[in-house]
């Protein structure tokens, strides 16, 4: 694929055929200038349009579509001509294929209708006295030690682990060794062989705990996946042993970093952290606007199947696309200063869980995650505070989701 003028691919001529095609093409990815802020270029590409020409740097160059605008944001991710399969020729990252995440429909939406339902409703909220009862575990912990402490390992760390090991049925004693093969499939700086080796130890872990399950069930999502689509013959095991390690991964390095990151903004905000200790019910519109304004996942990576318009721009089959979820999420044309950090923001959508059918499968976990254990570390701590500058904090520049790699806080005793 080569890059078209603006005014060539204008599908609906503007007026101003030269607007895109004057621009030169830019070389995605961009570097954060600010470490609680998408790069400041983003806001120009909004003004050039909602679907620019770029070149990847990590891709030799190749060329492809970044999506800068929510409302076209909203269309690609919807539009199933999209596709997530990253075996496809022109996908413009290199994705190791995985079931679900990585399947487009029929196939996909046969398999998330076998999961969809324990991440919904009752069964989620019916999940809150497990979460508090975890967190509280982790803050004892905490608070039983010097009053100092790197919240990532003590608190951030564990937690997500601690859940999805609940929900899954398998032993905690393993978290360590999931935890670190997990990190090892998701590090930017992984070798193609690195991860290939994670991701396959990861597999044969969640195999022999599939087998494990068939032989003996117990009251969890492995147990009844096996016994509902695998006994009967309509899902082989190995597709559910891949379903489980995408649970367990998709769920992980994510609300590590929200926690670690939305902690760390909200020490960043001193009036609204006070606020939020002083009133319960504004968690929910804080999570959301942590997960608006950090949008850890910062894009979205799929490829055109057929030709496509998208905001006036024609998107040709085997065209790559990234979706800029961090760039959607300040768009100012949805957002009233979608640079600030505002948790009484009255605009509630945002795209920091995706959109769409691939939709986050855990969002309501997360949320629920994230509000239960951000409030109960600001009420157990009421003094917490940084123990270092903002700038000795190291933030996760060169990794696919965005975060800290420490978070060393203080309190008074
Ligand atoms: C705050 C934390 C989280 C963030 C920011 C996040 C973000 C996302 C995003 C952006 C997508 C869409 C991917 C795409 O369209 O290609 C996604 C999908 C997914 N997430 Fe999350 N996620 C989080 C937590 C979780 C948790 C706790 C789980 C655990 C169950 C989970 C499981 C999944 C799964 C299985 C998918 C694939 C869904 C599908 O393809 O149908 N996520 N997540």
Known sequence: MSHPTGAERNAHDDGDPTAAGACPVVSYPMQRQDPFHPPAEYEALRAQGPVVPATLSFAGGRPAWLVTRIKEAKEVLADTRFSSDSRLPGFPVRRTHSTLIRMDPPDHTRYRNMINHEFVGRRVADLRPV?????????????????????????????PSLVICHLLGVSYADHVFLQERTADALRATS????????????????????????????????????????????????VAADLARLLLVAGHVTTVNMIGLGILTLLQHPEQLQELRADERLIGPAVNELLRHLTITPSLARVATEDVEVGGTLIRAGEGVMILLSSANRDEREFLAPDTFDIHRTERGNLALGWGPHLCLGAALARLELQIVISRTLRRFPSLRLAVDLDSIPFRHKVNIYGVHELPVVWDE
């Open 131 to 159: 979460i508090e009862g975890l967190t509280d575990r982790l803050l004892d912990d905490i608070a039983g030690g010097p009053a100092r402490s790197d919240l990532l390992p003590t608190l951030a760390m564990p937690l």
């Open 191 to 238: 070798t193609p062989e690195e991860i290939d080796e994670a991701v396959a130890d990861l597999g044969r872990y969640m195999d022999r705990v599939v087998q494990s399950k068939l032989d003996a069930p117990g009251d969890d999502i492995i147990s009844r996946l096996v016994t509902d689509h695998v006994k009967t013959g309509e899902c082989a095991p190995e």
